[in-house]
């Protein structure tokens, strides 16, 4: 009686601790799902929008094909996660966690990359900077974000606010009012002050300490990697959210789903045995037979 009752808080903590892993992986890969739907959904508005206005073509100077990307990724491996779960399907689990598995290296290898070749990297980001600056008035996308960006980091330009110069209305020799200066978003200004377009006017051509307390003189570049490395314990936590699902509850539930799943088949060919009344000696060679075999599976002779 103890080892039958031993043996049967085993299977419950068995069956409970597979519930909790593939009700943990359900919700994880929903959430995904919702958030790659969402990503998605906007960036075919923001694709939508950016064809009316006829902007520019460049993926890097388009959010939306990025977007769009991104969310189709997420989408598509999310859904194949939440399908294998509630279908314990041990081909799609497998493939889940390979997916998450190549993700997961992808990411590393990005991450790597870009520190080893940190100078690169900056370089790289402000020269797209400087590419999206010279059409800031032609691609609503990017005129948004950079805005956006120069508002909130307290910035101006990729590099520093010399970089808007390279916009054919902010080029010194340019014939308009914008001629030598930047754009309203590089002022400092208290939000409750009016707006004034023309705060930045005339500071391209000037030193840097001449135009301090008129615009922001660093670069979005460097701003935001100072942000970051300001912030490196939300974003550790950020990134420790999105990796650790990705190594350990994967995995988990595809042992789980098939080990599991083949002991609650197991477990099904018992009681049918019981019922049918073959004697408790021979459940052992039974469970293993059901675990292998599966439901179609002859019972083991009983030895004794």
């Avoid at 032609?138 to 960006?149: G, Q």
């Avoid at 840097?208 to 490395?229: E, K, Q």
């Amino acid at each position: 009686m103890m080892a039958t009752g031993d043996s049967g808080q085993v299977r419950y903590c068995e069956r409970f601790s597979y519930l909790c892993l593939k009700f943990s992986l359900i919700v994880y890969s929903l959430f995904f799902w919702f958030i790659g739907a969402l990503i998605l959904s906007v960036g075919i508005y923001a694709e939508v929008e950016r064809q009316k206005y006829k902007t520019l073509e460049s993926a890097f100077l388009a959010p939306a094909i990025i977007l769009i990307l991104l969310g189709v990724v997420m989408f598509i491996v999310s859904f194949v996660g939440v399908l294998a779960s509630l279908r314990d399907n041990i081909c799609l689990l497998q493939a889940f966690m390979y997916i998450l598995g190549i993700c997961l290296i992808i990411e590393l290898i990005g991450g790597v990359v870009a520190l080893i070749f940190r100078n690169q990297t900056i370089e790289f980001l402000n020269d797209n900077i400087r590419r999206g600056i010279k059409n800031y008035y032609d691609d609503l996308d990017f005129k948004n974000i950079m805005d956006f960006v120069q508002e909130q980091f307290k910035c101006c330009g990729g590099e520093d606010y010399k970089d808007w110069a390279m916009n054919q209305y902010h080029d010194c020799s340019a014939p308009g009012p914008l001629a030598c200066g930047v754009p309203y978003t590089c002022c400092f200004r208290n939000k409750s002050d009016v707006i004034n377009t023309m705060c930045g006017y005339k500071t391209i051509d000037k030193e840097r300490l001449s135009v301090l307390d008129v615009i922001y003189i660093r670069g979005c570049t460097n701003a935001v990697i100072i942000w970051f490395m300001d912030n490196y314990t939300i974003m550790a936590a950020v990134l420790l959210g999105i990796l650790l699902p990705q190594v350990r509850p994967s995995r988990r539930e595809v042992e789980a789903g098939g080990l599991g799943g083949q002991r609650e088949m197991g477990k099904v060919v018992m009681i049918i045995a019981n019922r049918a009344g073959i004697s408790e000696a021979g459940e052992g060679a039974l469970t293993l037979t059901g675990t292998q075999g599966g439901l179609g599976s002859k019972p083991a002779p009983d030895t004794d």
